[in-house]
């Protein structure tokens, strides 16, 4: 089970990535195992001088009872300290965003990784799209 977030690499250069677990609740886990979950629009907030995912889907799970989870709530990242402070500096610098890349199961702990990230450009864009035009083609 692995969720990508497939516009990261599109509208974003990844600098660099930081893997973090993720604090679920309830029926949250299966869900993510099931593989119902998606990281479009999401990005970390670090607030308190603690990071937060927000905007990321869980569906709810089908066989869950009343007491299932919000799909879209703020879920808390669990990182060092060192590692929090790093990634606050880094998304401080100017044009640099905090996104989720991927998320996934790594011995039944659900991990999250984060990559500090530039926005792109439109011309960037073209010339991605344009690269996998040509790959695409000589295949």
């Known amino acids: 089970m692995e969720i990508v977030n497939k516009k ?9 990535e ?5 604090v679920l609740v309830g029926t949250e886990i299966k869900s993510l195992r099931k593989g119902s ?10 607030k308190n001088n603690e990071a937060y995912i927000i905007n990321m889907y869980i569906a709810k799970y ?5 007491f ?7 879920r808390k990242l669990l990182l060092h300290k060192k590692e929090i402070r790093k990634l606050e ?6 044009g ?13 702990l659900a991990k999250i990784s984060i990559g500090v990230c530039k926005g792109k450009k439109n011309y960037d864009k073209r010339e991605a799209i344009k ?3 040509l790959k695409k083609l000589e295949r």
Do not use: Q
């Open 8 to 16: 990261a690499k599109f509208d974003y250069f990844i600098e660099e």
């Open 18 to 22: 930081i893997e973090a677990g993720i």
């Open 37 to 46: 979950a998606d990281l479009k629009d999401t990005y970390v907030r670090i």
């Open 62 to 66: 089908e066989e869950g009872n009343i």
């Open 68 to 74: 299932n989870h919000d799909e879209r709530r703020e």
């Open 89 to 94: 500096e880094l998304s401080k610098k100017d």
């Open 96 to 108: 640099y965003t905090l996104i989720p890349i991927r998320a996934y199961l790594k011995k039944n």
């Open 131 to 133: 690269e996998r035009d």
